[in-house]
C-alpha cells in the first residue's frame, strides 16, 4: 500500500497529466479532419503527428522505467520518433505530412491509449525516478503544445478559431527606453526546488560589466524603421551567413508581414494594419542581431537577460520569476492561458516588471540572446538526447511566449533554435556597454 505521501505525490501527478492532456485537445479541438494531417512546411509538423507525439514520449518514459513494457505500436513508434536513434531510425521529418498511417482517427485513439496506461501507471505508484521522468514529459507535451501553435499559424493564420480568445488588454503609451544594470559576479541557472531543465543547470557564477538593456521589447514601431532605412538592403547591418539567408530567402520584413499600399501582418488576429506598439515578431536570429546593430546597440547575452530579469540588487537576491518566485497570474504576463493569441501592446503589464525596472521579460514574445547554445559548467545531462545534442549552431531565447503555457516557463528556462528560424514566437530587446 502507498505511504500518504506516495498518495497525495501521485495524485498531484494525475491531476497535471490530466491538465496537460486537456489542454492538448483543446488547441485541436476546433480542426477540421483534413487539418490533422497537413504540413505546410518541411519545419512544421502536422497536428496529428504532436499529438502522437507527446503520447509516444510517455511510453518512452514506461519503458525507461519498466525493461518490460511493450510500445504500442512498432508503426506507430517509427512515425512518432522525432529523433531518439535510441528507439530506432526516426520517420523523416520533412516527410511526416505525406503519411496517410496511421490515420487521425488511429492516432487518437491511440492518444486516449496512453491516457489509460499513464494513468494506471501513476496509481500504481512511482519512484523518484518516474516522477522525474513523467515531470519532464509533461514539460515536454508543454513543448510541444507551443510548436503546434506556430504550426496551426502557419497552416490557417486567422482561420484557426481557438476554443477560447480574449481581446487582449490596451495600453497606455509609454516610451522605449533603457535602464542601468550594475556588473560584478552573477549566480546564474535554475535556484528553485522544483523541476527544470537539466540545461538551466548547475548553477554558477558569471562576471558581467556594467550594462544597459532595454525596458521593453523593440516594437514593431521601431522594427519598421529600421526596413524603411534600408535595413534589408544594406550588408553592414548583417553578419556573413546572416545576409546569404536574406539574398537567398528574398526577406524584406519579419515572417507574415505583407506589403501594399502599407504593411499588414496576416497572424491568428487575421491581415491587418502593423500595430507599432507591439513587440515586432517572427524575426529571426540575423534579423535581430542586423537591427541592433543598425541602432548601435547589440543583444543580450543570456546571464545579461537573466540579471535583468530576476536580480533584485537591494535584497541582493534572485527569485524564479520577475515579480518574485509565485508563478505567473494573468496581470504580469500574456501567456497560452491569456487566449490573446498575439503579442500585447508594450506596456500592458506593469505588474510583471522585474526589480531592475524591465518589463515584458515573461510571455508575449521568446527574446533572440547573443549567447551560444550549450551545456553549462559542470552540465550533466538528464535524459539522453533531449537537450544536450542540440549544443551547436543555436542560439539561446529567453522569456516565453503567448504561446507558451505558464507551467513551463521561468526566468531560468533556456529555448533554442537555429539562427535563421521565424516561424516561432520570436522577438528581441537591445542592450549596450557601459
Not at 492516432?107 to 505508484?125: A, K, M, P, Q, S
Amino acid at each position: 500500500m502507498a505511504t500518504v505521501s506516495a498518495q497525495k505525490s501521485s495524485k498531484s501527478l494525475l491531476e497535471i497529466f490530466n491538465t496537460t492532456r486537456e489542454r492538448t485537445l483543446e488547441i485541436v479541438q476546433t480542426l477540421e479532419k483534413d487539418d490533422f494531417g497537413v504540413q505546410s512546411a518541411f519545419y512544421t509538423s502536422p497536428p496529428k503527428w504532436h499529438i502522437g507525439h507527446v503520447s509516444w514520449l510517455y511510453e518512452v518514459v514506461m519503458s525507461k522505467t519498466n525493461p518490460n513494457y511493450q510500445f504500442y505500436s512498432k508503426e506507430f513508434s517509427e512515425y512518432l520518433n522525432s529523433y531518439y536513434q535510441q528507439f530506432g531510425t526516426p520517420h523523416d521529418k520533412g516527410k511526416r505530412g505525406i503519411a496517410s498511417r496511421p490515420t487521425v482517427d488511429q492516432i487518437l485513439e491511440y492518444f486516449e491509449t496512453i491516457n489509460t496506461r499513464v494513468r494506471e501507471f501513476i496509481n500504481f505508484g512511482v519512484d523518484e525516478k518516474a516522477k522525474y521522468l513523467l515531470t519532464m514529459a509533461f514539460h515536454h507535451e508543454c513543448q510541444h503544445q507551443e510548436l503546434l501553435t506556430y504550426d496551426l499559424q502557419h497552416l490557417l493564420a486567422d482561420v484557426y478559431k481557438p476554443v477560447k480568445k480574449i481581446p487582449r488588454p490596451q495600453a497606455s503609451q509609454v516610451e522605449q527606453k533603457s535602464i542601468s544594470i550594475k556588473g560584478g559576479l552573477y549566480s546564474m541557472g535554475y535556484n528553485g526546488t522544483d523541476y527544470s531543465y537539466d540545461i538551466e543547470l548547475p548553477e554558477h557564477k558569471v562576471y558581467l560589466n556594467d550594462y544597459k538593456i532595454d525596458v521593453y521589447p523593440i516594437t514593431n514601431g521601431q522594427y519598421l524603421k529600421f526596413i524603411e532605412d534600408g535595413g534589408y538592403e544594406n550588408f553592414k547591418f548583417w553578419l556573413s551567413d546572416g545576409w546569404e539567408k536574406v539574398k537567398e530567402n528574398n526577406w524584406k520584413a519579419p515572417m507574415y508581414w505583407v506589403k501594399e499600399d502599407q504593411w499588414y501582418v496576416q497572424d491568428f488576429l487575421g491581415k491587418r494594419e502593423i500595430n507599432p506598439n507591439e513587440p515586432v515578431c517572427h524575426v529571426s536570429f540575423y534579423e535581430a542581431a542586423a537591427y541592433s546593430k543598425w541602432a548601435g546597440k547589440r543583444l543580450p547575452s543570456e546571464a545579461e537577460w537573466e540579471k535583468a530579469c530576476c536580480w533584485n540588487e537591494e535584497r541582493q537576491e534572485k527569485t524564479i520569476f520577475p515579480w518574485g518566485d509565485e508563478e505567473p497570474k494573468e496581470t504580469q504576463a500574456n501567456l497560452l492561458e491569456s487566449h490573446f493569441w498575439a503579442q500585447a501592446e508594450i506596456g500592458s503589464y506593469p505588474a510583471g516588471k522585474s526589480p531592475a525596472g524591465c518589463q515584458q521579460m515573461i510571455g508575449d514574445i521568446w527574446e533572440w540572446t547573443s549567447s551560444e547554445f550549450t551545456g553549462y559548467p559542470g552540465f550533466r545531462t538528464g535524459f539522453d538526447e533531449y537537450n544536450d545534442k542540440w549544443f551547436t549552431n543555436q542560439k539561446v531565447l529567453r522569456g516565453g511566449s503567448f504561446g507558451t503555457p505558464k507551467m513551463s516557463i521561468r526566468g531560468s528556462y533556456r529555448n533554442f533554435f537555429r539562427l535563421d528560424e521565424r516561424w516561432l514566437f520570436s522577438g528581441f530587446r537591445c542592450a549596450e556597454d557601459i
